[in-house]
């Protein structure tokens, strides 16, 4: 087990509250990355309550389109809204929308997944959430690396447990999760030297869940219950 006197996730202030969310961004690609950053650092509101920069903006927020990039998440990256509640001052979560290219079915069968990507039909959008967090050590890349290592082996354990939907109907399980590049300029970073990596969890963004949908309107009738 890792130490956590070396191995921690780094706080990220608390916020100012429901009141920075300003619903989804959208994320023009013709800007440099770092400028996206800053954008959607000013736009989403800071860590500590303030921000007009990704210095005293959400940090996650600048790694966001350099981490989940097209290789990364299978299609192009949008979109990012800050969700509420669900963020906090360890980890932060977002709507995230991705362009995805369509599948053409027509040349797949039986269990052969299909790869005749269509070239005339426009690509379409799905919505993920993502909840991102920051995991420091302060002793360089080894401990970070074995505590990630451990991690992924987790994740991988609990999707397993989760993943059918006929034995646990009301869990969605995240799908994959991705580590971000490290804060170090220098790779890897010498020993006894804080590095840091983000952290996303993603999964299919669902607008309710069912005891959300059970008390709202408009009510559902007896037999939809």
Same mark, same amino acid.
């Given at each position: 087990?890792?130490?956590?006197?070396?191995?921690?996730?780094?706080?990220?202030?608390?916020?100012?509250?429901?009141?920075?969310?300003?619903?989804?961004?959208?994320?023009?690609?013709?800007?440099?990355?770092?400028?996206?950053?800053?954008?959607?650092?000013?736009?989403?509101?800071?860590?500590?309550?303030?921000?007009?920069?990704?210095?005293?903006?959400?940090?996650?927020?600048?790694?966001?389109?350099?981490?989940?990039?097209?290789?990364?998440?299978?299609?192009?990256?949008?979109?990012?809204?800050?969700?509420?509640?669900?963020?906090?001052?360890?980890?932060?979560?977002?709507?995230?929308?991705?362009?995805?290219?369509?599948?053409?079915?027509?040349?797949?069968?039986?269990?052969?997944?299909?790869?005749?990507?269509?070239?005339?039909?426009?690509?379409?959008?799905? %919505?993920?959430?993502?909840?991102?967090?920051?995991?420091?050590? %302060? %002793?360089?890349?080894?401990?970070?690396?074995?505590?990630?290592? %451990?991690?992924?082996?987790?994740?991988?354990?609990?999707?397993?447990?989760?993943?059918?939907?006929?034995?646990?109907?009301?869990?969605?399980?995240?799908?994959?999760?991705?580590?971000?590049?490290s804060s170090s300029p220098n790779s890897p970073s010498p020993v006894?030297?804080?590095?840091?990596?983000?952290?996303?969890?993603?999964?299919?963004?669902?607008?309710?869940?069912?005891?959300?949908?059970?008390?709202?309107?408009?009510?559902?009738?007896?037999?939809e219950k």
């Amino acid at each position: 087990k890792f130490n956590p006197n070396i191995i921690s996730i780094q706080t990220l202030g608390s916020g100012s509250g429901p009141t920075d969310d300003v619903g989804i961004y959208n994320i023009d690609t013709t800007y440099p990355t770092a400028t996206v950053g800053q954008t959607l650092g000013a736009a989403l509101g800071g860590v500590a309550g303030g921000g007009g920069n990704i210095a005293s903006g959400d940090a996650l927020l600048s790694s966001l389109p350099k981490d989940l990039t097209t290789p990364v998440l299978g299609g192009q990256l949008v979109a990012i809204g800050r969700l509420w509640p669900g963020s906090g001052r360890m980890m932060r979560s977002y709507r995230i929308r991705v362009r995805v290219p369509r599948i053409d079915s027509k040349h797949s069968s039986g269990n052969t997944r299909p790869n005749n990507i269509t070239t005339n039909s426009p690509p379409y959008t799905i %919505e993920l959430a993502c909840k991102a967090f920051i995991v420091r050590s %302060e %002793e360089g890349d080894t401990p970070l690396r074995m505590a990630l290592t %451990e991690g992924d082996a987790e994740l991988k354990r609990l999707r397993s447990l989760l993943s059918d939907p006929s034995v646990h109907p009301h869990v969605l399980s995240y799908a994959r999760w991705v580590v971000g590049q490290s804060s170090s300029p220098n790779s890897p970073s010498p020993v006894n030297t804080p590095v840091a990596r983000p952290v996303y969890l993603l999964r299919q963004h669902a607008h309710a869940s069912l005891s959300d949908r059970l008390v709202s309107r408009p009510f559902l009738t007896l037999i939809e219950k």
